[in-house]
């Protein structure tokens, strides 16, 4: 079993489940949706206690990920965090890679902004 957390300051709906969770609600499922894994990528949804872990021990698992595996996948954190950490990335690889996989629309502008700028300063 599975808990994610809304984390929205507002209702989400979960289509594909037919659930609906209140701010802040808590949910137990036995396995993730599309939706669901939507909704964790874009930052709506948060995992809690994975691996079982119960909520009485949280020394042991962390609420939220470590900072070293969200660096490389943007797409595990919020946008405001990921428009963050572009801004400090100066390697155009690593950039375009993040252009191609990413979907928001407001990391993507991000994303081109920066690169024309570690582009523009290469040349």
């Known amino acids: 079993m599975k808990k994610v957390k ?5 209702v989400l709906i979960i289509a594909d489940a037919r659930l609906r969770l209140e701010p802040g609600e808590v949910l137990e499922v036995e396995y993730l949706t599309a939706h669901m894994e939507q909704a964790l990528s874009a930052g709506h949804l948060t ?12 020394s042991e698992k962390p609420e939220h990920p470590p900072e070293e595996p969200d ?3 943007l797409s595990k954190v919020t946008a405001t965090e990921a428009i963050s950490r572009i801004g400090t990335e100066s390697d155009t690889d ?6 191609a996989n990413e979907k928001r629309r407001t990391v ?3 994303l081109k902004k920066r690169l024309a700028e570690v582009d523009g300063g290469a040349e």
Do not use: W
């Open 6 to 10: 809304n984390v929205r300051p507002g």
């Open 47 to 58: 995992r809690i206690g994975q691996e079982g872990t119960k909520a009485s021990q949280p």
């Open 71 to 73: 660096e490389s996948d």
């Open 94 to 99: 690593l950039l375009k890679a993040h252009l």
């Open 108 to 110: 993507i502008d991000a």
